[in-house]
């Protein structure tokens, strides 16, 4: 094999991680993918005395990796260092989990939504239990978890907690088909605080029910850019095909790259079709921007597999990474009304 081919070992890793004056090489990244127990005990063994810097590059490189290539896993890693005493580590990690649904991980995603000390790990752990709401709906998780966990996020939801983690909890519980989910979702969406508007419009994106189509177009030309995100992402998700016009439109007038431009060509190739797929093609030949160019393939592909219907299931395209873009450290201040 060609020493510049050669797998790394682990114990170089390891080294990377004790070299603090130094960034974390990008050539290492791919081994911290699908850990074997002993390269965890081992990890576990350092992380402690790894530099926090260090400790934040090497999560911001590994998650950007993970966003890149979807054979990488790093699952493992993420879970040997979720106890880290620094916060920031901690919600990077759970983040780094991505849509790990592992059933191990419920207990320990629980605890720290209903127990840890910082309020933005909470609110992680509150967006991440989602999925296994998503599970317990595709009757893929033992009722008493599934049970344990809709209640939990839904005494989270109407506690007392900061509403930034209640609002987590309130989007996690989007897929929920639960009729006590409609309420609360119809509660946050007439509430005059705009972040409440748009965890609504979030969760109704998330509920694969078209009973909220009529609040959600209504609210695609918002004055209000955080809610008229949110709807524009909920009409893609729920592939609403009477929006489409209005969405076409609304990228006309959005000339410039934007997180608003590039949600509308996603939500535009969620609801597909002819007309869609011209509009996107078209783009492609103006773009210039980096950015809109991997969105527009990545639209233009998901049509495609759309159109070649059920059987390509396994070919599903990701949705791109979309973090919602109205949180900000503000959240952390809000009073508990």
Same mark, same amino acid.
């Given at each position: 094999m060609n020493e510049n081919t050669k797998?790394?070992?682990?114990?170089?890793?390891?080294?990377?991680?004790?070299?603090?004056?130094?960034?974390?090489?990008?050539?290492?990244?791919?081994?911290?993918?699908?850990?074997?127990?002993r390269d965890i005990r081992d990890l576990k063994q350092v992380w402690p005395e790894v530099d926090l810097k260090l400790?934040?590059?090497?999560?911001?490189?590994?998650?950007?990796?993970?966003?890149?290539?979807?054979?990488?896993n790093f699952d493992e890693f993420a879970l040997a260092i979720l106890n880290d005493p620094d916060p920031s580590i901690r919600v990077m990690a759970i983040r780094l989990l991505?849509?790990?649904d592992a059933v191990h991980l419920l207990p320990a995603m629980t605890e720290m939504m209903m127990s840890d000390s910082d309020e933005t790990v909470r609110a992680a752990a509150a967006a991440h239990l989602g999925v296994f709401v998503l599970r317990g709906e595709l009757e893929n998780l033992p009722d008493t978890l599934r049970i344990a966990n809709f209640q939990n996020l839904f005494d989270v939801a109407t506690g007392h907690d900061l509403p930034s983690i209640r609002r987590r909890a309130l989007e996690s519980l989007g897929y929920s088909s639960n009729p006590k989910v409609h309420k609360l979702i119809q509660e946050a969406f007439d509430s005059?605080?705009?972040?409440?508007?748009?965890?609504?419009?979030?969760?109704?994106?998330?509920?694969a029910d078209e009973r909220w189509a009529d609040l959600v177009m209504g609210m695609l030309e918002s004055p209000d850019l955080e809610v008229q995100y949110e709807a524009v992402r909920a009409a893609g998700e729920l592939e609403l095909q009477d929006s489409l016009e209005k969405l076409l439109e609304l990228l006309e007038e959005e !000339? /410039?790259?934007?997180? %608003?431009?590039? $949600? #509308?060509?996603?939500?535009?190739?969620?609801?597909?079709?002819?007309?869609?797929?011209?509009?996107?093609?078209?783009?492609?030949?103006?773009?210039?921007?980096? !950015? /809109?160019?991997?969105? %527009?393939?990545? $639209? #233009?592909?998901n049509i495609e597999l759309s159109n070649l219907g059920g059987e390509l299931d396994l070919l599903e395209i990701e949705p791109p990474e979309m973090q919602k873009k109205f949180d900000s450290p503000a959240d952390k201040t809000e009073s508990n009304n």
């Open positions: 797998i790394p070992s682990f114990a170089q890793v390891l080294s990377a991680l004790q070299n603090p004056g130094q960034p974390f090489p990008e050539r290492l990244l791919h081994r911290l993918s699908d850990l074997s127990t400790k934040q590059a090497l999560l911001k490189g590994l998650t950007e990796l993970a966003d890149e290539d979807t054979l990488v991505g849509e790990c005059k605080d705009i972040l409440w508007k748009a965890s609504a419009l979030y969760a109704m994106g998330r509920s !000339e /410039e790259v934007t997180d %608003l431009r590039l $949600a #509308l060509i996603w939500a535009i190739s969620q609801i597909g079709g002819n007309e869609a797929k011209a509009r996107l093609e078209s783009l492609v030949e103006e773009a210039r921007d980096d !950015e /809109e160019i991997d969105m %527009l393939d990545r $639209a #233009l592909e």
